[in-house]
């Protein structure tokens, strides 16, 4: 089952980025093996409605879980009735956060943990 990563940069020491709906690329991984790929964000750029065209991206690639700091309310409820696991409150390098989910230091949550429009500011804490 591939994992993806909610990423601020191409490649696995990268940091984990906060948005779900906004960041700029995912990391799609195996973490048996720690194969790869970047695939960009698409939905990033969107007026409104970032999260959920971000979701259904993520849906349509097959992914099991996502790892993200932040994730709204309308992405989780997307992601969640397509069966992918929500893991929030993800920081640090991105290998080192494979690694806790490996290890099982990690819960899906049932439930968004920021309101909508939280990424509307690169970073924001709305």
Do not use: W
């Amino acid at each position: 089952m591939n994992i993806a990563i909610s990423a601020s940069g191409p490649s696995l020491d990268a940091q984990v980025n906060p948005r779900f709906g906004r960041c700029e690329q995912f990391i799609i991984l195996d973490p048996e093996t720690m194969q790869f790929k970047v695939l960009a964000n698409t939905g990033q750029s969107a007026g409104g409605g970032a999260g959920i065209a971000t979701a259904q991206y993520i849906v349509k690639e097959g992914i099991g879980a996502v790892l993200t700091g932040n994730c709204g309310p309308n992405a989780h409820q997307v992601l969640s009735a397509a069966g992918v696991k929500v893991i929030t409150g993800v920081s640090g390098n991105i290998r080192e956060a494979v690694e806790l989910y490996k290890s099982g230091n990690y819960s899906s949550s049932d439930q968004a943990n920021v309101g909508d429009h939280f990424g509307m500011s690169k970073g924001s804490n709305r």
